[in-house]
């Protein structure tokens, strides 16, 4: 529920602040996205719905052909879910890969916008991998 | 490895969805507007709070803006008045001594402050309106000014407001006094008044640049001008704008 709230919220957002601010949703949205999908083994539906949606508006914002992502992306991440997920790794090591890996998509996306980051830049953006761990804590308190 | 048979199922009729989109690229494009017309009007009472809320907060700002503003302007106004009690002082005791030479007090011309209601521009005629009239004790023929000159003088006058004519105006005409020789002048609708004769001269009187036009008054000499030359004609030059926001009407002179 939190998710589809993120959703909506940067849906509703974006546009309306400045030039870092759009940038930091896109990012949130691609983190989110990978959260859903690579957060456990099975996947189950409410999760793949969510990172259609949110795949969906980046592809919307960005102005990239609709569903690409949930085409190519959801077979190379089934499998990259089903190695991390198989590793009884710590919580913050998976969030730390996702938010690796969203920052190479990001990075894909706008390379520019990567390259020129300042520094204070880069800590808005490691308040989504603060976002992230606590999600994964949560999410694995919920399970056990 | 997909181990729930709703995921696949989503994932091919999104796989068609996309193929779709990428066969008919129309169907995307539209997809892409309609996304954006719900993202717009779910924006709206979001936008529409966040202006009231812009609006209180500059409101606020405003108002704390305006408050300084009041203090400072206290602080100024009691310098002021302190100043007006010494300058008090000083013409009491001028009084007094004016009193032992003359045998009464000298009468002191007394003005009253008014603002502009109307016509400020002075875009139809030259024309002005002050907020006072008869009930304030203003007469037609009182002179306005501006703290150093002459502005103008009451044309009409009704119980509450009065019509100024400026200095500037066509209709405006005045004898005034430049070096102990009476002239009339006029207003020529510029910055500027033109002579219309020498009063009571005979001979032919030269007139030089900067000199002082001075309006004699019964208890003040009121200051209209200065002579200068426009194609070497003399005329009274007056302000190219007319200061309207510290008006004085002499209402004993």
């Not at chain 1, 590793?87 to 706008?110: A, E, G, K, M, T």
């Not at chain 1, 953006?125 to 999600?135: D, K």
């Not at chain 2, 003088?153 to 100024?164: D, G, H, M, Q, Y």
């Amino acid at each position: 529920m939190v998710r589809i709230f993120l959703v909506i919220f940067c849906f509703l957002s974006y546009g309306n602040f400045n030039y870092l601010v759009d940038n930091l949703l896109i990012f949130s949205l691609i983190n989110i996205g990978f959260y859903s999908f690579l957060k456990e083994k099975k996947l189950d539906l409410f999760d793949f719905i969510i990172f259609i949606l949110s795949t969906y508006l980046v592809e919307l914002f960005l102005g990239l052909p609709l569903f690409i992502s949930v085409v190519t992306f959801s077979l190379p991440l089934l499998a990259l879910s089903y190695i991390i997920n198989n590793f009884s790794v710590h919580y913050s090591i998976n969030s730390i890969f996702i938010f690796i890996l969203s920052l190479l998509i990001f990075y894909f996306l706008y390379p520019e916008v990567v390259m020129t980051l300042k520094i204070k830049d880069y800590l808005l953006y490691f308040l989504v991998l603060i976002f992230l761990s606590i999600g994964l804590r949560l999410d694995g308190k919920e399970q056990s | 490895m997909i181990n729930n048979k709703k995921v696949f199922l989503v994932y091919i009729v999104f796989f068609f969805v996309f193929l779709t989109f990428f066969l008919f690229p129309k169907y995307g494009n539209n997809t892409k507007l309609y996304s954006y017309y719900i993202k717009e009007k779910l924006e709206t009472p979001f936008i529409f709070i966040s202006f009231k809320i812009n609006n209180f907060y500059s409101f606020f700002q405003s108002n704390k803006v305006h408050l300084k503003n009041i203090a400072e302007l206290k602080k100024e106004n009691e310098y002021l008045n302190n100043i007006n009690k010494y300058l008090e002082t000083i013409t009491s005791k001028y009084s007094d001594q004016y009193k032992i030479f003359h045998e009464n007090y000298p009468t002191i011309p007394i003005t009253i402050g008014v603002s502009v209601i109307g016509d400020r521009n002075l875009l139809l005629n030259k024309n002005f309106i002050i907020n006072k009239g008869k009930q304030s004790g203003i007469d037609i023929g009182n002179y306005v000014l501006d703290g150093i000159n002459v502005v103008g003088r009451i044309k009409s006058v009704t119980n509450n407001n009065a019509e100024v004519v400026t200095v500037i105006s066509n209709d405006y005409g005045d004898e005034v006094v430049i070096n102990n020789q009476s002239f009339i002048v006029t207003g020529t609708n510029n910055n500027y008044l033109s002579f219309l004769r020498q009063k009571n001269a005979i001979e032919e009187i030269i007139l030089k640049k900067n000199q002082k036009v001075i309006i004699k008054n019964e208890l003040v000499n009121l200051t209209l001008g200065r002579v200068d030359f426009i194609d070497k004609q003399p005329v009274v030059i007056a302000p190219k704008n007319l200061n309207l926001d510290n008006l004085r009407v002499l209402i004993n002179g």
